[in-house]
């Protein structure tokens, strides 16, 4: 039995091509002549001469660069042996062609491997390819004299001699010529040309050059003497879009005859051609051509618009060669009868029925002993049939391999299922801004295929699209908010014609009714967006359906365990979910995407007429069905698993449930289950878990939100909003949200009041006060901070809350304390401290107040009881998370700078253990200013960037004593330096990460700060 073997490394193409040359200056633009060129049998020469290949590779690599710099060519691409170079002019890349083909040609290749396996023989072979001599180099720079380099002679190359079991042949590139307009960007070049000039290359044999129609006008008045074009005729490529005249360039001293072309006319198939340029994929199409090669059976898996067929169709055409009887595409969309799939695959191979036998076994005895690849396109509605096929046709014919597109799988025997991702999408969040001095948001934004994408189809709607930094920001977050679907970025782009990126991505929380028009030719799924997604819906059973419309309340993804608390309803909730008929989607379509506002009939009560019940313990297989089906995502980044939308499904499913009357529901169980979430939490100083709690509230942070939001619009759920509101100070304290929660904080607060939310008990109130005291401390607005928990002692002493009354008293001292009442913030700390103590509080609540002692005495620059303060605190607890930061900085004043290094680097633990950036940067600012004291500003002065950049982006204002302390050592680091040498630093420490900054900070401690 001989399966097909899949090559390696198939023919490159610009899309595969992804190592880059550093950025030429004056790199040519408008229309421009690309050369790419690969050596032809390159992976079975690395496989039989690992060795040899090194030197042979680098002298390649110095012919070819040698002849492209000669004639004004530009390499602006390398990837392994494949070459991407640009020229101004047609007739410079075709010498520089010709050139490069005859120093090629005219090497002695065999003395690579002459003697060894591959030793390079001619001299070293360690050359990097940038030489320009005659022999391949010794170092890592040219060559250094005209013979073959200065090893220690031939054969050994500073490599182990050994017999050599097959003689090195010679090397031979195929080069191909195009000639377009193509847009240069950051050094690289983008659009069709690009693909067409490496498709043209991968079609040519080693040796052989070939060249476009378009060049063959610019060159066939002006050809060098000899020169002379041989016309091979129109020729399909494999990148399935027209069929370019392709001419083969004849010169003196070159190989003139060939086999045929590599092109898909080379081998039977009915690929249809494709009107636009293939984008992106490169990770998805290797994979697909690897898996061909070991399993019978490969479904692509995804959600309707992510490409599915346009891969398949890709990976048959690069594989055309593989399959000796052809390639052969069989559209299903169009069938209804599971009886007509196999009908469907024999009219394509063109079999007939007989009388005598049916069409199942005319087809296994025509494929029994044939190498074919079959396509079957689009079987999510036939899986059946297709499943019971693709096995009959394996079993039967052991050459035969099925390539199938669904959106659930087949579910056979060796079946290989392949999720067709999203194209990457950059975050807008974390792009360059555009106004900046510094920014380039153009190169930020270009390398995500999503991006190339609408970029691509957006040219061919407006020939004068272009991005740049004024509309790049904008692109990003259309490719963002439509998730990387290809359908959809392709839609949007169309809308370029009447009106900019922005007010696109403005537009699209009415995505469905912004992003139609798609070809008319196209079958109706692909021609909206709305529709790509009904066929998936329409699928679905009547209970897939449900649950699939009440997940829309999720944001951010959800848990197992979520899902059943919140979409499993023992009675049903009001509405049926099946009812919603596309009229009904089209007048929900501009409801909030927050807050569903129920059903949209004219009584009000939309077309619920019925109750529905989904049980818990159905939600988990249904659920898992959702994910077969493409629908939902799954994510094993923890212990727990997480579920989520692509949020343009998510949009679909929340007007879905819109219309069956049931959102109000659905969401008030989210905001319930939530409430619950938050209620179970211990947000007190010595909890075990509590670093593990915040990191869970902060996977369902966009839930909290969500949860939040709908309850403060229906005041009727104030009491989940006060579950809610209890405890998640500690969320956006700890990992620094502190702006977000003084808005949420000061709103509920003000409705509160106002009795919007209906009434309240005094501990609750106080829980608000509290938490909205807090958020205003932690932004240094001391005055209203100082009010809130002000009013949040006297609400917990008329509930008779002790604990409420001690937590104030706490932040009321720290606030005392920055306003530099020290007096007053004294007496508030210890007033906490014996109320802590009258009601046995745990060891890490009545350190954490012995710290505000500390801190106080501490911002009295009172360094030794603070230090006393703060050893206490952690001999009482020794997981006191911000008593070593405090310790660190009161032992430098002390002049201990060895244990406050020793404190600090506890510290920078604690804080990647927490992700609490305040405490990062002030631990940060702290190992500066033991820099400083063993006189290395320099790296102080990097660090209070990283520091500096941290609290920027949380918006917390440092408490009274870290501030003190943060200019103490800034003021010292800024002193030691110049100017000019402080600034440099400084915005080197900006441009760090805060993953390295804490790397960096940590690495200190290993070398030379202890």
């Not at 010529?177 to 040309?193: K, L, M, N, S, W």
Request: with cysteine; hydrophobic share 45%.
């Amino acid at each position: 039995m001989r399966a097909p073997v899949i090559p390696a490394a198939v023919a490159s193409s610009a899309a595969q091509l992804s190592a880059r040359d550093p950025p030429v200056a004056d790199l040519p633009s408008g229309t421009v002549t690309f050369l790419f060129t690969d050596i032809a049998g390159s992976t079975r020469l690395w496989e039989r001469h690992p060795d040899a290949m090194r030197g042979a590779l680098a002298r390649h690599d110095a012919l070819l660069r040698t002849a492209i710099e000669a004639h004004g060519g530009h390499v602006f691409k390398t990837v392994g042996d494949a070459f991407c170079a640009v020229f101004a002019s047609a007739s410079d890349a075709l010498a520089a062609a010709i050139d490069a083909q005859r120093s090629v040609a005219a090497e002695d290749w065999a003395g690579y491997g002459r003697g060894t396996d591959g030793g390079d023989a001619p001299g070293s072979g360690t050359a990097s390819g940038s030489g320009t001599d005659p022999g391949p180099g010794t170092g890592p720079g040219p060559s250094t004299g005209p013979g073959p380099g200065t090893g220690p002679g031939p054969g050994t190359g500073g490599f182990e001699t050994r017999p050599c079991p097959h003689p090195f042949p010679p090397i031979r590139v195929r080069m191909g010529i195009h000639t377009g307009v193509a847009q240069e960007r950051g050094g690289d070049y983008f659009g069709p040309p690009v693909n067409r000039a490496a498709r043209i290359e991968a079609a040519g044999h080693g040796g052989q050059t070939l060249l476009s129609a378009s060049t063959w006008e610019l060159l066939r008045d002006d050809l060098p003497d000899g020169v002379a074009m041989r016309d091979l005729g129109e020729r399909r490529l494999k990148d399935l879009r027209r069929p370019e005249r392709i001419y083969q360039v004849l010169a003196p001293d070159l190989v003139a005859d060939f086999p045929p072309l590599t092109t898909l006319d080379a081998r039977p198939n009915n690929l249809p051609v494709q009107v636009t340029s293939f984008v992106g994929r490169e990770r998805e199409m290797a994979t697909v051509k690897r898996a061909l090669g070991h399993s019978h059976v490969v479904t692509l898996l995804g959600i309707g618009g992510t490409g599915k067929t346009r891969l398949a169709l890709q990976a048959a055409a690069e594989l055309v060669d593989v399959f000796d009887d052809g390639v052969w595409f069989v559209d299903l969309a169009p069938l209804a009868d599971e009886r007509l799939v196999a009908r469907a695959v024999a009219g394509v191979l063109k079999l007939g029925e007989t009388a005598e036998r049916s069409i199942e076994d005319v087809l296994v005895d025509h494929v029994r002993h044939r190498r074919l690849l079959v396509v079957l396109d689009n079987c999510e509605h036939l899986v059946r049939a297709c499943a019971v096929l693709a096995e009959h046709l394996v079993r039967q014919a052991p050459e035969v391999r099925i390539l199938a597109t669904s959106r659930e799988p087949l579910a056979v025997a060796g079946e290989l299922r392949l999720t067709v991702p999203p194209l990457a999408a950059p975050d807008p969040r974390h792009l360059p801004v555009a106004r900046t001095a510094v920014a380039d948001a153009v190169a930020a934004v270009i390398p995500y295929a999503a991006v190339s994408l609408f970029i691509d189809r957006a040219a061919a709607v407006q020939a004068d699209f272009a991005v740049t930094n004024a509309n790049a920001l904008a692109v990003a977050g259309i490719c963002r908010r439509l998730d990387g679907i290809p359908l959809a970025l392709e839609l949007a782009a169309a809308r370029v014609r009447l009106m900019p990126p922005q007010a696109i991505l403005e537009r699209l929380d009415q995505r469905f009714r912004l992003l139609t028009g798609g070809p008319r030719t196209a079958l109706p799924r692909q021609q909206t967006l709305r529709a790509a997604i009904d066929w998936s819906y329409d699928l679905l059973s009547e209970a897939e359906k449900v649950l699939f419309c009440r997940l829309s309340v999720f944001r951010g993804g959800w848990t197992l365990e979520a899902a059943e608390g919140v979409c499993a309803t023992a009675g049903g909730c009001t509405g049926n979910a099946n009812a919603a008929s596309s009229a009904d989607i089209q007048r929900t379509a501009d409801i909030d995407a927050d807050v569903a506002r129920g059903p949209t009939g004219a009584d009000g009560n939309g077309d619920a007429d019925h109750a529905i019940d989904l049980d818990a313990s159905d939600v988990m297989d249904i659920l898992a069905s959702l994910v077969d089906k493409s629908l939902v995502d799954v994510r094993h980044l923890g212990p727990v698993p997480r579920f989520r939308f692509l949020d343009t499904v998510r949009a679909y499913a929340a007007e879905r449930l819109a219309a069956t009357g049931e959102a109000d529901a659905m969401h008030d169980r989210h905001l319930a289950w939530h409430a619950d979430l938050m209620a179970a939490f211990d947000p007190s100083s010595g909890n075990p878990e509590y670093a593990s709690w915040i990191d869970r509230f902060e996977q369902e942070h966009d839930n909290l939100r969500a949860a939040l939001r709908f309850g403060t619009t229906h005041p009727v759920r104030a009491g989940s909003v006060m579950k809610i509101a209890r405890t998640i100070w500690s969320l956006w304290l700890d990992h620094g949200h502190v702006r977000e929660g003084n808005d949420w904080y000061a709103m509920i607060y003000r409705m509160v009041r106002a009795g919007e939310l209906g009434e309240c008990s005094p501990e609750e109130v106080g829980w608000v006060a509290y938490g909205l005291g807090q958020s205003f401390r932690s932004l240094g607005r001391w005055s209203p901070a100082e009010a809130a928990i002000g009013d949040a002692i006297r609400c917990f002493k008329r509930s008779g809350n002790l604990q409420g009354m001690a937590w104030s008293l706490n932040g009321l001292s720290s606030i005392l304390a920055a306003r530099l009442e020290f007096r007053r913030a004294e007496a508030a700390a210890r007033a906490s401290l014996a109320l802590l103590r009258k009601l046995g509080a745990s060891s890490g609540e009545v350190a954490a107040t012995i710290v505000v002692i500390g801190e106080v005495a501490r911002a009295q620059r009172n360094f030794h009881d603070a230090a006393e303060s703060f050893r206490a605190a952690l001999e009482i607890f020794p997981d006191e998370r911000f008593s070593p930061h405090n310790l660190g900085h009161v032992l430098l004043h002390l002049g201990e700078i060895a244990e406050a290094e020793a404190r600090f680097r506890d510290s920078l633990h604690i804080a990647r253990a927490w992700g609490n950036p305040m405490l990062l940067a002030t631990t940060l600012a702290g190992v500066a200013g033991a820099l400083v004291a063993r006189g290395r500003p320099n790296r102080a002065a990097e660090l209070f960037g990283a520091a500096s950049v941290i609290l920027d982006r949380s918006g917390i204002a440092l408490d009274y004593t870290d501030q003190l302390d943060w200019n103490h050592h800034l003021d010292a680091a800024r002193s030691a330096l110049s100017a000019e040498v402080w600034n440099a630093a400084f915005a080197k420490g900006r441009a760090t990460s805060e993953h390295e900054a804490l790397a960096s900070a940590l690495a200190l401690f290993d070398s030379t700060v202890s």
